[in-house]
């Protein structure tokens, strides 16, 4: 079993920045990737990024690459998006999730966080 927990969403405006964080606990050894989804109101989840513990392998949607980048700290057991020149189309609620192997379906994943609202605005 693992436990996802997401914290630093908010509320900012068009341009504005945040950092999310992710902190996994349980028994986390054949969960290799981590990764963030969204969904938005009204919208189907949508994935943004995913990192992996052991090589640190990125992955990012089209939609937020090069605005968003996705960190891991192993030793802290955390795993981190900042998310830079938000845009109102980023509101979503967040979530974390963990796998065997990175994937970009959602389904990949055995363990979801709670979510954290992020809400952008114009």
């Known amino acids: 079993q693992v436990q996802l927990v997401e914290s630093g969403g908010g509320s900012v405006q068009a341009g504005g920045s945040l950092r999310l964080s992710c902190a996994a606990s349980?028994?986390?050894?054949?969960?290799?990737?981590m990764g963030w989804f969204r969904r938005a109101p009204g919208k189907e989840r949508e994935f943004v990024a995913a990192?992996?513990?052991?090589?640190?392998?990125?992955y990012y949607a089209d939609s937020v690459k090069g605005r968003f980048t996705i960190s891991r700290d192993n030793a802290k057991s955390t795993v981190y998006i900042q998310m830079n020149s938000l845009e109102p189309e980023d509101t979503a609620v967040y979530y974390c999730?963990?796998?065997?192997?990175?994937?970009?379906?959602?389904?990949?994943?055995?363990?979801w966080g709670q979510g954290t609202q992020v809400t952008v605005s114009s």
């Open positions: 999730a963990a796998a065997r192997w990175v994937g970009f379906a959602g389904h990949e994943y055995d363990y």
């Open positions: 349980g028994r986390t050894l054949s969960s290799d990737a």
């Open positions: 990192i992996t513990w052991s090589t640190g392998r990125i």
